[in-house]
């Protein structure tokens, strides 16, 4: 079962704007990450915030936590056509009841207009 | 460092076959999971192996298997392959494993492309 899910599912930005993704989860987690993937390629790894953590800074990435709603969101300044793919947010719940691996939200499709 | 491999990129299989899927980690990490990405169900969580055990296993039927070896590659193996399983497979490797892995950065792979007919 998915345990995030990311809101928007698309959002399409002109180039400079500021674009911001918000991801929703159900149970405790220990820490919640944040991946990006260009058209069919593997993910990478952008940032990880910890539960005891509110926010936490990358470069133009901004990331917030909110452990009382169970949501966090993602903020990318600047935004450049580079940034362009898909957005997801991953937890460490065990929504199985066990060390399932990440579960993956379905991503928000970022497409940045020149 | 180089990074996760994943061979073969692209793979056509028919139904009822079965494949292997290869994944070389990063040099010196030691923990190997496998994701499937498919656009109905997203990515889910396959297995993940540390030190060439088993440490987790998603919500797959027993056909979905996988072993690693004492380099650390890992290989998945799919039996009787159905129209369902086509999805891009995707292999991350960290340098801690078990519950450990889920508290750390995942390093993909650009994953293995399996379109079965």
């Known amino acids: 079962s998915q345990q995030g899910e990311e809101d928007p599912q698309a959002l399409s930005i002109q180039e400079g704007e500021n674009a911001t993704m918000n991801c929703s989860y159900k149970?405790?987690?220990?820490?919640l990450q944040w991946y990006r993937q260009n058209s069919g390629r593997g993910l990478v790894h952008l940032i990880l915030?910890?539960?005891?953590?509110r926010e936490k800074h990358s470069g133009r990435l901004r990331v917030t936590l909110d452990t009382s709603k169970k949501s966090s969101s993602l903020l990318i300044t600047a935004s450049r056509a580079a940034d362009t793919a898909s957005y997801f947010c991953?937890?460490?719940?065990?929504?199985?009841?066990?060390?399932?691996?990440?579960?993956f939200g379905k991503g928000t499709h970022l497409i940045i207009q020149p | 460092k180089a990074g996760v491999t994943q061979t073969p990129r692209y793979l056509i299989k028919t139904r009822g076959q079965q494949v292997t899927l290869s994944c070389s980690p990063i040099?010196?990490?030691?923990?190997v999971s496998w994701y499937q990405q498919t656009p109905g169900q997203g990515l889910q969580f396959l297995f993940e192996?540390?030190?060439?055990?088993?440490?987790n296993k998603g919500n797959f039927p027993g056909r979905f298997s996988g072993r690693q070896f004492s380099n650390s590659r890992s290989e998945m193996n799919v039996s009787t392959l159905e129209l369902g399983d086509s999805a891009l497979y995707l292999c991350a490797s960290s340098s801690i494993g078990g519950i450990g892995a889920n508290n750390s950065p995942l390093h993909f792979g650009n994953g293995t492309r399996l379109t079965v007919t």
């Open positions: 149970t405790s987690i220990n820490n």
């Open positions: 192996y540390f030190s060439e055990t088993q440490r």
């Open positions: 040099s010196g990490h030691r923990s």
């Open positions: 915030i910890r539960s005891n953590e």
């Open positions: 991953a937890t460490d719940g065990w929504v199985g009841g066990g060390a399932d691996g990440l579960t």
